[in-house]
């Protein structure tokens, strides 16, 4: 191409968008309309991230990287932004709805009690319970107390969380009962 051609280029009205457009389909690209398949396919994939994740930056980084998976042309950086905040309100709306029957109003009252500091503690209950143990000796004690803090309030630690009492007991092996029946850790018939 002659030097002289590029002096003209953008001139012409549309130039660039339909260049963009020449480039787009050489590579096999292709836009997004409003409403288009695409874009509701990238509405799914964001309330779907958004129900794992709810960093703004992180959902835009993931929605610009699925584009470029899907070979989509990113649509502006207002639309996508407008897109990662509605996928975030829908997760939070989602999330509303299937554990609103949970919060029951005593639920409630607890959950509003948290980050309030319980002075027989020092600190609040929500840091007591997600703080490790001051010293071994304390250790047990601290975990059976929290444990039992959670049976009261009716919840149980996440299944595969044990606490420091349950970590250093003897796993049962040949020759041992069960923990959970009479005559536990006994030596059987020798």
Do not use: N
């Amino acid at each position: 191409m002659a030097p002289v051609a590029l002096r003209l280029y953008g001139k012409r009205d549309q130039t660039r968008s339909d260049d963009l457009g020449l480039v787009a389909k050489y590579l096999e690209w292709q836009t997004a309309a409003a409403g288009s398949q695409a874009m509701k396919e990238l509405e799914q994939f964001l309330l779907d991230r958004a129900m794992e994740h709810d960093s703004p930056t992180l959902l835009f980084d993931l929605a610009r990287e699925y584009l470029m998976a899907a070979k989509v042309i990113r649509p502006g950086v207002f639309i996508l932004a407008k897109m990662v905040g509605m996928g975030r309100k829908g997760a939070s709306d989602l999330t509303s709805q299937l554990v609103g029957h949970l919060l029951a109003a005593e639920v409630c009252a607890d959950l509003e009690r948290m980050p309030v500091v319980d002075a027989g503690l020092g600190m609040t209950r929500l840091e007591w319970l997600v703080s490790p143990a001051r010293d071994a000796s304390a250790t047990s004690g601290e975990d059976r107390d929290r444990q039992a803090d959670l049976v009261a309030r009716d919840r149980r630690p996440p299944d595969g969380c044990v606490g420091a009492a349950e970590r250093a007991a003897p796993v049962p092996g040949p020759g041992r009962a069960p923990f959970d029946q009479p005559g536990a850790g006994a030596a059987q018939g020798a």
